[in-house]
């Protein structure tokens, strides 16, 4: 039956055996501390290593080799960056700079000569979620960096070039030209997504002097878009009506006294223009549409100016207004109410035929896919 | 027959459909009446962030007045086993098609209610002459988006059991599997291509991606 001597035994042999896992207690802590350094300086001259191997990537006037799609060259050293990786960046350069040259024409390569990326591997980054940094060459545009997956960022990729070379083009331009918008030059053609947007802006801003433009006044529109002069822009963009939302929008501030408060709440309230009018002073006022609405306007004057319109904007030497006009070949107030028109018409389109049609469809294909006849019980 | 069937369906569903409408009904004239305590909301792009929000309200109203719909309607026969519908003396095809017929001017109901409710809700707002008010659009789309919720809830029933769950598992099984092969491939993925066909007609789901706001540019 039990055995205790050999149920001992069994114990002892059970635990010498579970010793041998247990971890050596003869080392010494100089020991440990000695090959810790050892370690740290294999680290540091692995490092050294990679940072020498990814500056000879930057610097080197013969990069081991190179994608150059048009204005867009890449460099990169293929033994680190995968086929995958390449693939993706070139057809990013490549549609990218096919939509620089929609917007620019053959003036792409004399507005933004050309940018140049060195394409290095992000280390451990593993082999699914490969990564990869791009890094300008050219220092005018500043050294930012992207550090994107590779797989299924292409567009990320592409937005990327395009912010560069816009950001190339702006650092060529006038800097009268950049305090107006920057970047100076779109560099893709808006979509029709994009124009919504900004029939959003235009349509839903409230401003007196926005509803005059949008009723065809062009000297409103040349106002909002920032091509006349305005010193108060209060008075140039808002009115009476527009007060209370202003006033409200800004609050009261910490250190107003009560007062002020008690002004700003019977302003909210009441909307009264005199009551308003003590307080909308003190209320330091933004523009009424976001600055992206001008480069809106800029890509309809290059369209309308076609083969060299981004070289005559950029190169003119007189007032906005003027470089708009020799871009486009139409006088500004024309160009302005060519921008109101196409703002009106790029509305949202509500696509209730589209719609109706796919709801009716697919439930009538839904209401055949149920007509089965169950089995009863 | 078509005129008992609905008057069967209307005695189950009534007081899902009088909630669902008078709620429908007050929601857009509620909205404008909190938006109304500030100026901002007032402004036209407060407005139309406004009914933005409104329509994600009224899209999820759409889907649960199409269940709910559903389950009032043939919560009866499902717990019977469907025994008394076979036992009609109409083919199941045609007795189909009349529930789903009775079933659709139902749900007109609500979306008939919300078109009201949206034209007398927005009538006292005042509204600046850049933006419009698409109550109808918007009731049209909640009537789209509520038999599409029936009928899918209907053909899902129809098909439950092992084909149900044979095509849940594949679609499961997809959703893990082609991420992963993305992933090793690296194949570049035409995401906003995607995104557009999903949204887009003639996508199922497009009545829902569609604008909604009552109170629009």
Wanted: aromatic residues 8%; hydrophobic residues 50%.
């Amino acid at each position: 039956m039990f055995d205790r001597n050999r149920f001992a035994g069994f114990f002892l042999a059970a635990i010498f055996a579970g010793a041998t896992w247990l971890p050596a207690q003869n080392r010494t802590a100089d020991s440990t501390l000695g090959q810790r350094w050892v370690a740290a300086e294999l680290r540091l001259a692995r490092l050294k290593a990679e940072a020498a191997h990814r500056d000879s990537i930057v610097n080197s006037n013969t990069p081991p080799q190179e994608i150059v799609e048009d204005v867009i060259t890449i460099h990169y050293d293929s033994s680190v960056i995968g086929r995958a990786t390449v693939a993706v960046l070139r057809r990013a350069a490549r549609t990218a700079a096919s939509e620089i040259r929609k917007v620019q024409g053959d003036g792409a390569v004399r507005t933004i000569g050309s940018i140049q990326f060195a394409a290095l591997p992000v280390p451990n980054a593993g082999k699914i979620g490969r990564l990869v940094r791009l890094r300008p060459i050219v220092s005018r545009v500043g050294l930012n960096e992207i550090v994107a997956p590779t797989s299924g960022f292409g567009s990320l990729f592409r937005q990327y070039f395009l912010d560069m070379a816009a950001a190339q083009a702006t650092g060529l331009a006038d800097p009268s030209l950049a305090s107006w918008v920057t970047p100076v030059i779109p560099l893709a053609k808006k979509s029709q997504e994009d124009w919504t947007e900004v029939a959003g802006w235009v349509l839903g801003a409230q401003s007196e002097t926005v509803k005059r433009c949008i009723n065809g006044s062009a000297l409103s529109c040349g106002t909002v878009l920032g091509l006349e002069a305005t010193d108060d822009k209060l008075a140039a963009f808002y009115g009476p009506r527009d007060y209370p939302s202003l006033v409200e929008a800004f609050g009261v501030q910490k250190n107003d006294p009560d007062s002020v408060a008690t002004i700003v709440n019977r302003c909210i309230r009441t909307a009264d223009d005199a009551t308003c009018g003590q307080i909308i002073r003190r209320i330091r006022v933004g523009d009424p549409l976001p600055g992206q609405s001008r480069l809106s306007l800029v890509e309809i004057a290059l369209e309308r100016g076609g083969v060299g319109a981004a070289d005559r904007y950029l190169a003119g030497t007189g007032t906005i207004r003027e470089r708009l006009a020799a871009a486009s070949g139409v006088p500004t107030d024309t160009l302005l109410l060519i921008w109101r028109d196409r703002v009106l018409a790029s509305r949202p389109t509500h696509k209730i035929a589209g719609i109706a049609l796919a709801g009716f469809g697919w439930s009538l294909l839904l209401l055949f896919a149920s007509l089965r006849r169950p089995k009863c019980g | 027959m078509f005129k008992q069937m609905l008057a069967v369906q209307w005695r189950f569903s009534r007081k899902t459909i009088a909630a669902v409408s008078v709620l429908i009904a007050i929601l857009p004239a509620l909205t404008m009446r909190l938006s109304a305590v500030s100026t901002v909301n007032y402004t036209p792009r407060g407005l139309v962030q406004q009914s933005i929000a409104l329509g994600l309200v009224l899209g999820m109203f759409a889907v649960l007045t199409g269940l709910f719909i559903y389950e009032s309607t043939w919560r009866n026969d499902t717990s019977g086993k469907n025994v008394y519908l076979l036992s009609l003396p109409i083919t199941w095809r045609q007795f189909m098609l009349n529930r789903l017929c009775g079933a659709l001017l139902l749900l007109l109901l609500p979306a008939l209610c919300l078109w009201i409710g949206g034209v007398i809700g927005t009538a006292f707002v005042p509204l600046p002459p850049t933006l419009h008010v698409y109550a109808l659009g918007v009731a049209f789309r909640f009537f789209l988006a509520s038999s599409l919720t029936y009928c899918l809830w209907s053909a899902l029933v129809q098909f439950s059991g092992q084909k149900a769950t044979l095509v849940f598992l594949v679609v499961l099984l997809l959703a893990i599997i082609v991420p992963v092969i993305i992933a090793i491939t690296g194949v570049a993925l035409p995401l906003e291509t995607i995104f557009r066909w999903i949204a887009d007609p003639p996508s199922p789901v497009s009545v829902f991606f569609s604008r909604w706001a009552i109170i629009d540019v």
